[in-house]
Nanobody, 125 residues
């Protein structure tokens, strides 16, 4: 089954930075909203950021606004998530997914598919 592939996670200290990447060879990202979500142990998958398919408008969770930046490169079929000023609360497995949902549902994980295996981000205090 074709899936997205997430990469770039790792272990970083509080205040550090990481850049995550989401890539696909089986689906043209330009036709989809691409969202980043994260899931910490014992918690539900939560919205982090999304880049819309038309115009590339971006939206962020309040918890990451001003610290994270999502961007897409449709020519390379990749979406990146630059994460700065990381805190232990950002520790989670990060996933990217695709969606064609309406704007009002764009933050809902249930509206996405094509998930990859995720990439672990661990922020030490």
């Amino acid at each position: 089954q074709v899936q997205a592939v997430e990469s770039g996670g790792g272990l970083v200290q509080t205040g550090g930075s990481l850049m995550l990447s989401c890539a696909s060879s089986g689906r043209a990202f330009r036709n989809y909203h691409i969202g980043w979500f994260r899931q910490a142990p014992g918690k539900e998958r939560e919205f982090v950021a999304v880049t819309r398919r038309n115009g590339g408008y971006t939206y962020y969770a309040d918890s990451v606004k001003g610290r994270f930046t999502i961007s897409r490169d449709n020519t390379k079929n990749t979406v990146s998530l630059q994460m700065n000023s990381l805190t232990p609360e950002d520790t989670a497995v990060y996933y990217c997914g695709t969606s064609q949902t309406v704007l009002s549902s764009i933050r809902r994980a249930s509206e996405y598919d094509y998930w990859g295996q995720g990439t672990q981000v661990t922020v030490s205090s």
